[in-house]
C-alpha cells in the first residue's frame, strides 16, 4: 500500500474528534468495553491465529531470527494473556476526572487541578502483537485516544487485534477512530504522522534506541522515552554482603537483555577483596563475562580488563563492567558521569550513605537495598506499564495510566473581576 | 561579540554541573543567598541604574517605540519592585524534597515519589529587565541552575543585574554558574543553545509568537510554552446579567494587551436582546471596536461585520469578536474549533449548564462565572509565574515553582530481588 497522506490526515483528526468523546466516558462505560474486548479477543482466537499465521509465514520466508519469530508468534495462551491483560486494565482505577488538588483565594475563587486525558497518542512498535493490545487497553482507559503504528512483521496479527476493538466500539455506538491503526506499511507514514503537532498530543515508541532517536529527530510533538537503561549498583563499604550478592547476581542474570539489568558493577575498596571473589565466581558460572578496570582485576583475574567505552555501556546481555572505588563520593560521580538516569541502585546498611545517595543520585528511580530488576510499572504497583521515561519532562521512570493524563483548572467564581 | 561555541558551551556545562549542587541545596541557603540578592539590588541601584542608561540610550539612538523604552526603563521604584519580588520567591515553600506520594508493596519495597528540580532551564526573553531578576530566582529557589539569553536592547541592564546574583553566590563560596548570562547578542549563539539537549533540560521563551515558533523549530529540547491567548467567554442564557456585564467590560477591557484578556463573546440568543444593547455601550464607551456575527449585528448595529478570521483571533487590543449562539453545545464547539485552549469562560447560574462546560471544554484553565483576567500564576496564589502553558504535557496553565519541578521514585528495600 502506498503512503496515502490526505488518508492519514483524515484518520488523524477523526481520532483527535473521537478524543474529545472518550474524554468524556464514565469509569463504568469504559470498563464495559474493556471487558467486551476481551471477551471478543477469546471469542476471535481462531481468526486472530489465522491472521497470524499469515505474519509468521511472510517472516520465516524473509529469515528473520528465531528470536523475532518468537516474540511475533500467538497461540492460544498469549491471546488469553492479552485478554487478561485488557480486564486487569479495566480493574485498574480510572486516572480521569480525579481532583489532584483544590484550594480557595481570598477573593472567593475556588480552584480546582483536576485530571484529564491527554488527547491522541501515537505509539510506534516493534514486533510483539500484545503491545497493539496493551497500549489500546490503557490510552482507552485513560481517555486518550489512539493512534498504532506497529512493525510491518506484524501488519496482518495487528490489524486483526485492531478490529476486535473496533468491532466492540461498534456495538457500543462508539467512534472507532478512538482506537485507530495505520493501514499502510510505508515508512513514509511515521514521517507524515510525526509532523501532525496540531492534532498528536504525545508520541511513545517503543522499541530499541535507534527507533527511538529516530522519532525524537524527526518529530516537534513530545516524545516520551528513555534511550538506554544504564543501570549501575554500588556495594558500599556497609553493605550486607549476602545480600549483596544475592542482588547482584539477580539485577545482572534475571533477565539480561532488558533497560533495568544492571550494566555496571561498582565496589567500595574496603569490601572489595571480601565481595568480588565471591560473587565473580557466581557470576562466572552464570556465564556472565566481566570487564574489569585495573584494581577489580587484582580480585577478578579472569575477568576481561575493561575498555573505556565499556563503562556507561548498555550490554543487553551476560556481561558486566565492574569497578572497584574509593568511596561513595566516587562512585556518585561515576554515575554523574556514566550513568543514563534511568536506576541506579546502593546496597549499605548504613543509613546516613543511603540518604546521600538517595539525595544525590538523580535517576528516575533510585534504589536502595533492592535490585534494578523492580523498575518497572507492575512491579511498582501501577498494574499496568506503558513504558519508562528518563525525561524530567512530564512523565518520569516507570509509566502508568497517570503517565497518559495531564490536567486542567477549575475555577469557580461567583462575579469576582480583576482589579 | 561574536558567537563562540566552545566558550557557550563550557558555560552551559559549567550550568549543569552547579545544578547538581544547586539541587542539593536546603530551604534555609536558599532563602538567605535571595535575601542577600535583594538588600545588593538595593544597595546597588545607582550604578544598575547607570547600566540601564547606557541601554536605553543606544535604544533611543535606535529610534525604538516609546512603549517599548518604557517597558526599558528601570527607576528606583522599579528595583525595589525587583527586591521585593526576591523576596517574595524567598519566602514561597520550597518545591523541592517534596514527598509527592508513597506506598508499601506486599514484598516490603517502599516506594517513595519525591520532587527535584529539572536542571538546567534556559530562559529566551525579550526586553523587560525584570524577567532576569524573577527567573533566576524561581530557578534558584527552585534547586534549577538557569541560563539567561535576554534582548539585545536591554544587554547592559540585564548583565548589571546577573552580576547581583554572581556577586551574592561568590560571597556564599557558591558556583557562580547556577545563574548564567548569555554574555553576547549575535542570534547564533540561541541557536547553538538551542541544540544542547543532552545539558539543558528545558527551554521556557517569554516573549511574542514569533519568538515562540522559532525557538520550537529550532530545538529538540523540550518547550514549554502558549503560543497565543485566545479566550472566549460564553454568556449563558441562564446567566445573571449584571455579573456577566461586569465580568465581560474586565475580562476585555482591564488590560487588553495580555493573554488572558477576552477575545471573543458568545452570547446564548435568548439572552442576547437583553444582554448585548447594554454590555455593548459599556464597551463602545470603552473605545473598544466589535466585530460581529449577523446575529449579534440585530442587537450592536455599530458593530463591524466580523471577517471570518475575526474569530480564533488573537487581538490583543480593544477588540472584541462577537458571536451570537443557539445553545451551550455550539458554543463548546466553537471554542474546541476556534480556541487555544488557554482560559475560557461560562457566566451561567444554572449548575447543570456549568458542570457540562467544566467538563467538556478542554482548556488549560475553564472557568466558572470569573474574569478569565484571574487565570495567572500570582491570581491562583503561586506567588510567582514563570510563565502559562497551554501544553498537556508537564506543566498546563499558570506555571509556578512547581511548573520547574520534576520528581525521582525512590525505592527501599532489605535485599529484595525479582524473581
Request: hydrophobic share 40%; proline share 4%; aromatic share 6%.
Given at each position: 500500500m502506498k503512503t496515502n497522506q490526505p488518508a492519514l490526515l483524515k484518520m488523524v483528526t477523526a481520532a483527535k474528534k473521537a478524543s474529545f468523546e472518550t474524554a468524556q466516558l464514565g469509569t463504568e462505560v469504559k470498563n464495559k468495553i474493556l471487558a467486551a474486548v476481551a471477551c471478543e479477543l477469546r471469542a476471535r482466537s481462531a481468526w486472530i491465529l489465522a491472521q497470524n499465521a499469515k505474519d509468521i509465514k511472510a517472516v520465516k520466508a524473509s529469515g528473520l531470527s528465531p528470536a523475532m519469530i518468537d516474540r511475533l508468534t500467538l497461540n492460544s495462551s498469549r491471546i488469553e494473556a492479552m485478554a487478561r491483560g485488557v480486564e486487569a486494565v479495566a480493574n485498574l482505577p480510572d486516572p480521569i476526572g480525579h481532583l489532584i488538588s483544590s484550594w480557595k483565594r481570598p477573593n472567593g475563587l475556588k480552584i480546582s487541578k483536576v485530571s484529564v486525558p491527554l488527547g491522541v497518542i501515537l505509539i510506534i512498535y516493534e514486533s510483539r502483537p500484545n503491545v497493539t493490545v496493551d497500549c489500546a487497553a490503557l490510552c482507552f482507559k485513560s481517555g486518550n485516544a489512539v493512534i498504532l503504528r506497529g512493525g510491518r512483521e506484524a501488519f496482518y496479527s495487528n490489524q486483526a487485534l485492531v478490529s476486535v476493538f473496533e468491532k466492540i466500539l461498534g456495538k457500543f455506538n462508539f467512534s472507532k477512530a478512538c482506537v485507530s491503526f495505520v493501514r499502510t506499511t510505508d515508512r513514509k507514514a511515521v514521517d507524515a504522522l510525526l509532523k501532525m503537532e496540531e492534532q498528536i498530543n504525545l508520541v511513545i515508541p517503543r522499541g530499541g534506541q535507534t527507533l527511538i532517536r529516530k522519532v525524537v529527530r524527526a518529530s516537534r510533538i513530545p516524545v516520551v522515552k528513555h534511550y538506554q537503561g544504564i543501570c549501575h549498583i554500588f556495594v558500599d563499604q556497609a553493605a550486607d554482603l549476602k545480600k549483596a550478592e544475592e542482588i547482584v547476581i539477580n539485577a545482572k542474570l534475571q533477565r539480561p537483555g532488558v533497560c533495568n539489568a544492571m550494566e555496571t558493577l561498582l565496589v567500595h575498596e574496603k569490601i572489595a577483596a571480601d565481595f568480588l571473589p565471591k560473587v565473580g565466581e557466581r557470576l562466572k558460572s552464570g556465564a556472565c563475562e566481566l570487564r574489569t578496570d585495573k584494581l577489580a582485576r587484582?580480585?577478578?583475574?579472569?575477568?576481561?580488563?575493561?575498555?573505556?567505552?565499556?563503562?556507561?555501556?548498555?550490554?543487553?546481555?551476560?556481561?558486566?563492567?565492574?569497578?572497584?572505588?574509593?568511596d561513595m563520593n566516587a562512585a556518585i560521580q561515576h554515575i554523574q558521569t556514566y550513568g543514563s538516569g534511568h536506576t541506579d541502585a546502593i546496597l549499605s546498611e548504613d543509613r546516613q550513605a543511603q540518604e546521600q545517595f538517595k539525595q544525590r543520585v538523580d535517576s528516575a528511580s533510585v534504589m536502595v537495598n533492592a535490585s534494578t530488576r523492580f523498575s518497572d510499572g507492575f512491579e511498582f504497583g501501577f498494574g499496568a506499564e506503558i513504558g519508562i521515561s528518563t525525561d524530567k519532562i512530564h512523565a518520569r521512570g516507570p509509566m502508568g495510566l497517570e503517565g497518559l493524563t495531564s490536567y486542567k483548572y477549575v475555577v469557580e467564581g461567583n462575579g469576582q473581576i480583576r482589579s
Amino acid at each position: 500500500m502506498k503512503t496515502n497522506q490526505p488518508a492519514l490526515l483524515k484518520m488523524v483528526t477523526a481520532a483527535k474528534k473521537a478524543s474529545f468523546e472518550t474524554a468524556q466516558l464514565g469509569t463504568e462505560v469504559k470498563n464495559k468495553i474493556l471487558a467486551a474486548v476481551a471477551c471478543e479477543l477469546r471469542a476471535r482466537s481462531a481468526w486472530i491465529l489465522a491472521q497470524n499465521a499469515k505474519d509468521i509465514k511472510a517472516v520465516k520466508a524473509s529469515g528473520l531470527s528465531p528470536a523475532m519469530i518468537d516474540r511475533l508468534t500467538l497461540n492460544s495462551s498469549r491471546i488469553e494473556a492479552m485478554a487478561r491483560g485488557v480486564e486487569a486494565v479495566a480493574n485498574l482505577p480510572d486516572p480521569i476526572g480525579h481532583l489532584i488538588s483544590s484550594w480557595k483565594r481570598p477573593n472567593g475563587l475556588k480552584i480546582s487541578k483536576v485530571s484529564v486525558p491527554l488527547g491522541v497518542i501515537l505509539i510506534i512498535y516493534e514486533s510483539r502483537p500484545n503491545v497493539t493490545v496493551d497500549c489500546a487497553a490503557l490510552c482507552f482507559k485513560s481517555g486518550n485516544a489512539v493512534i498504532l503504528r506497529g512493525g510491518r512483521e506484524a501488519f496482518y496479527s495487528n490489524q486483526a487485534l485492531v478490529s476486535v476493538f473496533e468491532k466492540i466500539l461498534g456495538k457500543f455506538n462508539f467512534s472507532k477512530a478512538c482506537v485507530s491503526f495505520v493501514r499502510t506499511t510505508d515508512r513514509k507514514a511515521v514521517d507524515a504522522l510525526l509532523k501532525m503537532e496540531e492534532q498528536i498530543n504525545l508520541v511513545i515508541p517503543r522499541g530499541g534506541q535507534t527507533l527511538i532517536r529516530k522519532v525524537v529527530r524527526a518529530s516537534r510533538i513530545p516524545v516520551v522515552k528513555h534511550y538506554q537503561g544504564i543501570c549501575h549498583i554500588f556495594v558500599d563499604q556497609a553493605a550486607d554482603l549476602k545480600k549483596a550478592e544475592e542482588i547482584v547476581i539477580n539485577a545482572k542474570l534475571q533477565r539480561p537483555g532488558v533497560c533495568n539489568a544492571m550494566e555496571t558493577l561498582l565496589v567500595h575498596e574496603k569490601i572489595a577483596a571480601d565481595f568480588l571473589p565471591k560473587v565473580g565466581e557466581r557470576l562466572k558460572s552464570g556465564a556472565c563475562e566481566l570487564r574489569t578496570d585495573k584494581l577489580a582485576r587484582k580480585y577478578l583475574p579472569w575477568g576481561k580488563p575493561a575498555k573505556p567505552d565499556d563503562f556507561g555501556r548498555e550490554f543487553l546481555d551476560k556481561i558486566l563492567a565492574v569497578k572497584v572505588v574509593p568511596d561513595m563520593n566516587a562512585a556518585i560521580q561515576h554515575i554523574q558521569t556514566y550513568g543514563s538516569g534511568h536506576t541506579d541502585a546502593i546496597l549499605s546498611e548504613d543509613r546516613q550513605a543511603q540518604e546521600q545517595f538517595k539525595q544525590r543520585v538523580d535517576s528516575a528511580s533510585v534504589m536502595v537495598n533492592a535490585s534494578t530488576r523492580f523498575s518497572d510499572g507492575f512491579e511498582f504497583g501501577f498494574g499496568a506499564e506503558i513504558g519508562i521515561s528518563t525525561d524530567k519532562i512530564h512523565a518520569r521512570g516507570p509509566m502508568g495510566l497517570e503517565g497518559l493524563t495531564s490536567y486542567k483548572y477549575v475555577v469557580e467564581g461567583n462575579g469576582q473581576i480583576r482589579s
